[in-house]
């Protein structure tokens, strides 16, 4: 009943949502009966969200719905630039965490509290802000590298026809090591389950609509659904979940000081 | 003669026993407040050091030191180490070996997620013993035999709303960070003070290291419980020496810098007062001795008159002191073990931050036969130290002056 229920909502929320934005159909693809090759395709998602020949930047609204004891909203900035796999996170909302903020540079992920103006380490696998999106959410998408495809069938997810990929880690240091994903005829993430070594699902995150900016594509909107949390209310379980938009994005090119601690640390003054 | 001058002692002490009384309760109370106080700090510290080491696995801990050897098969480790131990001369109670996580681990149930201070990995048919020493309250920790169980604290239960026998998930990370989870069954419920159990789960070690990615036989420590923890300073250093650097031994109070130092100023604060206590009771033996010495001037006067020799008549007199003294530790202890067993009868577990000092909610004590010993010694010397000035100052008495006094 869970997972039925599950489904249908989250079916409900891409048809949805799949009516009110103007989809986009980049590179022209054509709905192909046989099946394509699956890495290309994986590098096509990527490719598509991923901004190699820019910086990127975006305001970033979280609100987190945990069952039974309501809402919790936070507002960040995000910059990101993907060819140096770098980002910087800051946090402007609510007041009390205003200028607490993430640092991505390479493999080193560092929090920054301006309480106690300190840097700490954090990973990439830890929760946002105790949130649903993990901090490896925001670096930039490398499924055609993280991942080998074990499996692949043709699937309809409300208005879109698309390619159910199984996918399994190629090394034992991605968050997940088992995921399934829906890739639209696009070429789009439109939803993935995110599982563990062991095969237990996770959660499933949701892409319902993309914003467009010139040839490349960002979320508008994403919705995780945390498969272990939640609360039964009225005999249903209703997950935890985090819904996030994005806002005002941006390609402009970024100061280089943009994305290091001296920044960060001025931004939490 | 000896005998003679201890009969002699004997009968003057019972007869002049109203004398002795000032005297005797002085030292009683010092013997009473010097043993009580060391007991409880004795209590304090067992209990701590029980706790600390079903935390960490032992009263001694032995960890590998970074990069001072290649890492080796778990079988080559065990055999290193078991030598080192019997080269030390060293019989522990049990030997531990354990995985561990920090605060990555987190466990669900019911939708409720606890982030997990310490996940613990341990061998049942090693640790049971020590890990049934938690005050269980539901469930049979005998079944953690079985690989699959968990034992879980009261807290964490309270929070995931589970009872014995159901599942709960545990997700950790793989060792190189890919996440995992593993189903596990509550086998047991237990009750323990927030630092060492609010949020501390125990279960099979060979499962915890397949759901790290490690070789299910590898240790993160090992650790060694003994008969008496008292002497897990000493067994540390010799087992270090024997461990060659490639791995260290310390005591698990190590682990808890900040107890291991209230312990510690609990300890000379009673030493402190022992010796401050010796002070006065020296001080006030050697004045009420005068004043007894003085009342028997002519009993002692009489003594001499009818041939007992000066070294005789102060020989008395020590040995009524010595009498005095082991009424008093005699007084002492039965008031102490008096006082200490009314006091670990009452309930004192809304004591917050004082719990981890309890026992099931109970002051506990613990009253060392060698500490009884010393401290019965040092009320002796301290007598016999008070007496000795006055006891000279009557063997000088001539029979004479003596019987004519009033």
Redesign the interface.
């Known amino acids: 009943m869970r997972v039925q229920s599950r489904a249908a909502r989250i079916c409900l929320l891409l048809a949805l949502s799949a009516g009110a934005i103007a989809r986009p159909c980049p590179g022209g693809a054509q709905a192909a009966a046989s099946t394509p090759d699956l890495v290309q395709l994986l590098k096509k998602a990527d490719s598509l969200v991923t901004f190699p020949d820019s910086d990127f930047s975006a305001q970033y609204t979280f609100i987190q719905e945990s ?1 039974g004891q309501g809402t919790n909203s936070k507002q960040a900035m995000v910059f990101r630039r993907d060819k140096n796999n770098t980002y910087l996170i800051v946090i402007v909302k609510p007041e009390e965490d205003k200028g607490k903020g993430y640092l991505k540079s390479g493999n080193n992920l560092w929090f920054y509290d301006p309480v106690s103006r300190r840097f700490t380490f954090t ?1 990439a ?1 830890d929760r946002f802000q105790n949130m649903n999106a993990r901090n490896s959410d925001f670096t930039r998408s490398n499924l055609a590298g993280d991942y080998k495809v074990t499996g692949s069938t043709r699937q309809t997810l409300g208005k879109y026809d698309c390619w159910l990929l199984d996918l399994q ?1 190629t ?7 088992k995921m399934k994903i829906w890739i639209d005829e696009s070429g789009l993430v439109r939803k993935t389950e995110d599982y ?3 095969g ?1 699902h ?1 959660r499933t995150v949701a892409f319902p609509n993309y914003q467009q900016i010139g040839t490349r594509y960002i979320p508008q909107t994403v919705v995780i659904f945390d498969e ?5 209310i009225n005999g249903t ?1 209703v ?2 979940r985090t819904t996030y938009t994005i806002a005002r994005p941006s390609l402009e090119r970024l100061p280089d000081a943009t994305f290091t601690k001296t920044w960060l640390e001025k931004l939490g003054e | 003669m000896a005998g003679m001058t201890i009969q002699i002692a004997f009968r003057n002490f019972t007869r002049n026993s109203r004398r002795f009384i000032l005297l005797g309760l002085s030292a009683s109370a010092g013997f009473f407040f010097v043993c009580t106080v060391q007991s409880l700090v004795a209590g304090l510290s067992s209990q701590i050091n029980t706790r600390g080491a079903r935390y960490y696995g032992g009263h001694v801990i032995i960890s590998r030191v970074e990069g001072a050897a290649p890492v080796t098969p778990a079988a080559a480790e065990d055999r290193f180490i078991g030598e080192a131990i019997s080269r030390a001369g060293i019989h522990p109670a049990a030997i531990s070996h354990r995985t561990h996580l920090g605060s990555q681990g987190v466990v669900f149930s019911n939708g409720e997620s606890v982030q997990i201070r310490r996940v613990i990995g341990m061998d049942w048919s090693t640790e049971g013993p020590k890990i049934s020493g938690l005050q269980f309250v539901s469930g049979r920790p005998e079944e953690m035999k079985e690989p699959g169980g968990v034992l879980i604290s009261e807290v964490t239960a309270r929070l995931l709303r589970v009872r014995v026998g159901d599942q709960i998930i545990l997700q950790v990370n793989r060792d190189a960070g890919a996440l995992n989870t593993l189903p596990l069954v509550v086998k047991a419920i237990f009750r323990e003070v927030s630092i060492f159990g609010y949020y501390t789960v125990y279960m099979d070690r060979g499962v915890l290291n397949r759901a790290l990615g490690k070789d299910p036989d590898s240790s993160a420590s090992f650790g060694l419980y003994l008969d008496d923890y008292r002497t897990a300073g000493r067994i540390s250093a010799a087992l270090s020496r024997a461990l060659d650097g490639r791995y260290t031994a310390v005591p698990v109070v190590t682990f808890m810098p900040e107890i291991g130092t209230m312990l510690k100023a609990l300890t000379v604060v009673s030493y402190g007062i022992l010796a401050l206590l010796s002070l006065v009771i020296a001080v006030g033996i050697l004045n009420i001795y005068r004043v007894i010495i003085y009342e028997r001037t002519r009993e002692i006067g009489t003594m001499r008159a009818i041939g007992v020799q000066r070294s005789q008549v102060r020989n008395i007199i020590l040995c009524e002191a010595i009498f005095l003294a082991l009424c008093s530790v005699a007084a002492g202890l039965a008031c102490s073990i008096l006082a200490l067993s009314a006091v670990s009868q009452i309930q004192l577990s809304g004591a917050s931050g004082f719990d981890i000092f309890l026992d099931r909610g109970h002051l506990s004590w613990i009253l060392y036969p060698e500490n009884v010993g010393v401290d019965a010694m040092l009320i002796a010397l301290i007598t016999l130290f008070g007496a000795l000035g006055p006891a000279r100052s009557a063997q000088r008495i001539e029979p004479v002056v003596a019987i004519r006094a009033e």
């Open positions: 069952p990973s696998k880690a090394s034992d240091d991605i968050t997940f090591p563990s070594y062991s237990q996770v272990l949390r939640g609360a039964t379980f997950n935890e």
